[in-house]
């Protein structure tokens, strides 16, 4: 009797303890169906990260090669805009240094002999034949300061010599309109790293300027050694520019006031010229003017120290 | 092969170069948007075969367009291919995830971009 | 006795204004209007000055000067050269490969005489002559 019983209490727990073991096979069933479902997840994921980054290498790949042509393309229209001005400036050049001579051999009767009324319309084609030459030459020059060609070859040199230069040119006419030229020059070198040929034009074309709106009095160009830049100024007892004018003063083909008095036209490129060259020095220029007083044109260059050498030594710019 | 393709891209000089390579590769029938809006829009009118998507497009990007179409429509068509011209907005893991069918650089001779379309359409 | 001078250009206008104006102010001229011609020229007439322009066809100016200074009987004649681009590298590189001037189109007669005559050494001359007075 007691042996079944105890047989019955056996299997009962024998039944429990399969019946918590078929649980725990269950759960870890289900954990094992899980961890499978999460592997496939990653699975899946490191899929598209493995697609993701070979399209992301082909597409790095593409652009890469894409910007190198656009790189070459580039290179290609710039040399383009250089042959264009090279080319233009040849094909404008030519044909007016032609008619400049043919003109100026009839004038000078190396063709025979000239009535005045000849030569007197014979000199009107010289003279805007010279227009037209300075104009080209002006005009090439924008394009190429606008085109970022235009090329500075600096130096370290005392800027009173520059203006000395550009004064020379200009004391002929100077003098033969009766007009007084100053000079203000500070005592010691005025050093800075520039372009020579491109200040002595700025200083030009600021006398020049001068010339073209003074009748009476004196034009004074000084150069003065401030602390950290050498300024120079081109000032005139001229007819002095209008406050509304001020503001066009340096723009493209400004001619203003009464042009018709000027003696030689200009090309109204001159000052837009001359603040470029400024500019590309790093300098500043500005202008101030009463009417019927005067006019003051002052720029300034950065004075020569190594550091500026090293900094400005930019090709072309 | 009578395929009509979507094209959506805010750069009108990049709309061009693609339109015309497109047509020299035979597909002529061309439509397109230079907005998201624009483009759902003409998805829904056009039921085009195939949607090229620009990454970058003001205030969205190729990628809602794409999440937008998928979720709105149909999970396989129309074929989606997303675009990209800068290496900056480089991703193709998000392409994928957005439900596109390919992802592949933007560039001047549309090389990549024809590849991919002959593996869709 | 009168000095000559070769000028070679390839613009048939320019090259008879120059001529003209070279033999008002006492110059014989020969002209030329390609290199092949103006090398040919240069060695026959041996002139006591070239003036030459950087475009022209059959090497161009500077093959002309390149060839005329690599002959002992040429090598030494003075070369003044035309250009319509006064760019500073150019004008440099002329210099350096040992011409004796430079002149920018568009020049104007006197700038031309003005050279000629230094290229020659006549104000020299003036110069020693009056300081011999």
Not at chain 1, 105 to 125: A, M, Y
Not at chain 1, 186 to 214: E, H, P, W
Not at chain 3, 73 to 83: A, E, G, V, W
């Amino acid at each position: 009797m007691e042996d079944k019983d105890k047989t019955k209490e056996e299997l009962i727990e024998e039944i429990k303890v399969i019946k918590a073991r078929l649980t725990n096979l269950q759960d870890l069933e289900n954990k094992y169906k899980n961890t499978e479902l999460d592997l496939k997840k990653t699975k899946e994921e490191l899929e598209i990260e493995a697609w993701g980054l070979a399209k992301t290498n082909e597409a790095i790949k593409y652009l890469y090669k894409e910007l190198d042509k656009k790189n070459k393309e580039l290179q290609t229209l710039d040399k383009l805009k250089t042959d264009f001005i090279n080319t233009t400036s040849h094909e404008l050049r030519t044909p007016l240094t032609t008619i400049r001579e043919a003109i100026s051999q009839v004038l000078d009767g190396i063709h025979g002999q000239t009535t005045p009324e000849q030569r007197e319309f014979l000199s009107i084609c010289l003279e805007d034949v010279d227009r037209l030459k300075r104009l080209v030459s002006d005009i090439l020059d924008i394009s190429k300061i606008e085109a970022g060609r235009f090329k500075l070859i600096k130096e370290q040199v005392d800027i009173v010599s520059l203006a000395k230069v550009a004064i020379a040119s200009f004391y002929p006419k100077v003098k033969s309109m009766g007009l007084g030229l100053r000079e203000n020059f500070c005592s010691q070198a005025a050093m800075a790293y520039v372009d020579k040929d491109s200040i002595i034009r700025v200083f030009a074309n600021l006398i020049g300027n001068a010339l073209k709106f003074t009748d009476k009095g004196y034009i004074e160009i000084s150069v003065v050694d401030k602390p950290t830049d050498i300024e120079c100024s081109v000032s005139d007892t001229g007819r002095g520019i209008s406050e509304e004018d001020i503001p066009q003063v340096f723009g493209k083909f400004q001619q203003f006031g009464n042009t018709e008095m000027a003696k030689e036209k200009g090309t109204g490129l001159g000052l837009s010229i001359a603040k470029s060259i400024i500019e590309l020095h790093q300098g500043d220029i500005w202008v101030e003017s009463n009417l019927n007083k005067g006019t003051t044109f002052t720029f300034t260059l950065p004075k020569y120290t190594e550091e500026k050498q090293k900094e400005t030594d930019i090709p072309g710019v | 092969m009578g395929k009509k393709i979507l094209l959506v891209d805010d750069n009108s000089v990049d709309l061009l170069i693609i339109k015309r390579h497109l047509s020299h590769a035979g597909y002529n029938e061309i439509v397109s948007a230079s907005g998201a809006d624009e483009g759902i829009k003409k998805a829904e009118l056009e039921r085009p075969d195939l949607i090229i998507l620009d990454t970058l497009l003001p205030g969205s990007s190729g990628f809602e367009i794409c999440q937008t179409i998928r979720e709105k429509y149909n999970q396989t068509n129309p074929k989606i291919i997303i675009m990209t011209g800068s290496v900056d907005a480089v991703d193709a893991v998000k392409a994928r995830k957005v439900g596109a069918d390919d992802y592949c650089a933007k560039t001047s001779d549309c090389v990549p971009l024809l590849a991919a379309i002959k593996k869709l359409i | 006795m009168p000095k000559k001078i070769l000028v070679v250009d390839d613009e048939p206008n320019m090259l008879r204004l120059i001529a003209v104006r070279l033999k008002v102010n006492n110059y014989d001229v020969i002209t030329a209007s390609d290199g092949l011609y103006a090398v040919k020229k240069a060695h026959e007439e041996k002139p006591d000055l070239i003036i030459l322009d950087i475009k022209i066809p059959v090497g161009g100016g500077i093959g002309v000067f390149e060839n005329l200074r690599m002959t002992t009987d040429t090598m030494l004649i003075p070369i003044i050269f035309i250009t319509a681009h006064p760019s500073e590298e150019i004008r440099r590189r002329v210099l350096e490969m040992g011409a004796e001037d430079f002149i920018a189109k568009p020049f104007d007669a006197d700038e031309l005489l003005a050279k000629v005559r230094k290229a020659l050494g006549e104000d020299i001359e003036k110069d020693q002559a009056q300081q011999s007075k």
